[in-house]
T-cell receptor
Framework: AQSVTQLGSHVSVSEGALVLLRCNYSSSVPPYLFWYVQYPNQGLQLLLKYTSAATLVKGINGFEAEFKKSETSFHLTKPSAHMSDAAEYFCAVRISYDKVIFGPGTSLSVIP | EAGVAQSPRYKIIEKRQSVAFWCNPISGHATLYWYQQILGQGPKLLIQFQNNGVVDDSQLPKDRFSAERLKGVDSTLKIQPAKLEDSAVYLC???????????????FGSGTRLTVV
């Protein structure tokens, strides 16, 4: 079955520390993978996407993610957390050419 | 370009009442999606339109939910009658016609937060 798992429903980091949000997937088609961010009371905003080009993908706000086929992973990282990064983060995987499914989300808190 | 517009932003209704949500996608986007996001969960697809036709409504509870996109532009999602478990954020998203290149690169609206009491 096609699925997305995100390890850790809540992650807390100190301001300036490394951010690592984990995502593992299963897909029956060549995977397109996405990270979305959702700020309180807002819709989802696309952070970055992997569509079979470079395995290291850079997104907005200093985030990047690396596609590792052998590990079926697409973890999101940022070298130095900022207070404004506090939000909900969703990993998503394409399950057909025009449809994706979303993971359960990880809530990121940044401690001053 | 203007984003995906949704209204209302918030709605509180009593169970068994009806409610409707409206979405206007980005101009020229042929595909429109309605998602349900229950608190603490990821968005779940309810229905997908391609122009004015339904592509996928397999996850739509058709006994109480309905949606239409009559002119292939804006769309409405209706719940009648509402249940307590329908409390969620209802998100609308749109994407361009070239789905192979843009798949997943959706633009989301801000959503409608529905509370059923």
């Amino acid at each position: 079955a096609q699925s997305v798992t995100q390890l850790g429903s809540h992650v807390s980091v100190s301001e300036g520390a490394l951010v690592l949000l984990r995502c593992n997937y299963s897909s029956s088609v060549p995977p397109y993978l996405f990270w979305y961010v959702q700020y309180p009371n807002q819709g989802l905003q696309l952070l970055l996407k992997y569509t079979s080009a470079a395995t290291l993908v850079k997104g907005i706000n200093g985030f990047e993610a690396e596609f590792k086929k052998s590990e079926t992973s697409f973890h999101l990282t940022k070298p130095s957390a900022h207070m404004s990064d506090a939000a909900e983060y969703f990993c998503a995987v394409r399950i057909s050419y025009d449809k994706v499914i979303f993971g359960p989300g990880t809530s990121l808190s940044v401690i001053p | 370009e203007a984003g995906v517009a949704q209204s209302p932003r918030y709605k509180i209704i009593e169970k068994r009442q009806s409610v409707a949500f409206w979405c206007n996608p980005i101009s020229g986007h042929a595909t429109l999606y309605w998602y349900q996001q229950i608190l603490g969960q990821g968005p779940k697809l309810l229905i997908q339109f391609q122009n004015n036709g339904v592509v996928d409504d397999s996850q739509l509870p058709k006994d109480r939910f309905s949606a239409e996109r009559l002119k292939g532009v804006d769309s409405t999602l209706k719940i009648q009658p509402a249940k307590l478990e329908d409390s969620a954020v209802y998100l609308c998203a749109s994407s361009p016609i070239n789905l192979r290149r843009e798949a997943g690169g959706y633009t989301f609206g801000s959503g409608t937060r529905l509370t059923v009491v």
